[in-house]
Nanobody, 113 residues
Framework: QVQLVESGGGSVQAGGSLRLSCVAF????????LSWYRQAPGKEREFVSG???????EYADFVKGRFAISQDNIKSTLYLQMNSLKPEDTAMYYC???????WGQGTQVTVSS
């Protein structure tokens, strides 16, 4: 199995930036496809961005041009660089191993106007 541990959340003003990290402990097979999701209070969890082991990435329309996903396969770490943050980006952000269907515990991002 694999354990995912997120970090890097915090509080920023609109227009600011944050970089989230997710370290994967366990089977490297579970790193084949990793994703970021988010869930705001009272809303459903939604897909933000995902990346394959070969580097191919995809993004939800609402973050295209603002967020960038990347991974360091040697460090088994997934990143999400978030720029031009908006108040509507406020949510708990979760890392997920799509290959092994495992979730991290989440890291809170709060953007104030």
């Amino acid at each position: 199995q694999v354990q995912l541990v997120e970090s890097g959340g915090g509080s920023v003003q609109a227009g600011g930036s944050l970089r989230l990290s997710c370290v994967a402990f366990g089977y490297t097979y579970c790193n084949q496809r990793l994703s970021w999701y988010r869930q705001a209070p009272g809303k459903e969890r939604e897909f933000v961005s995902g990346i394959h082991y070969d580097g191919n990435a995809e993004y939800a329309d609402f973050v295209k041009g603002r967020f960038a996903i990347s991974q360091d396969n040697i460090k088994s770490t997934l990143y999400l660089q978030m720029n031009s943050l908006k108040p509507e980006d406020t949510a708990m952000y979760y890392c997920k191993s799509e290959s092994c269907t495992v979730w991290g515990q989440g890291t809170q991002v709060t953007v104030s106007s």
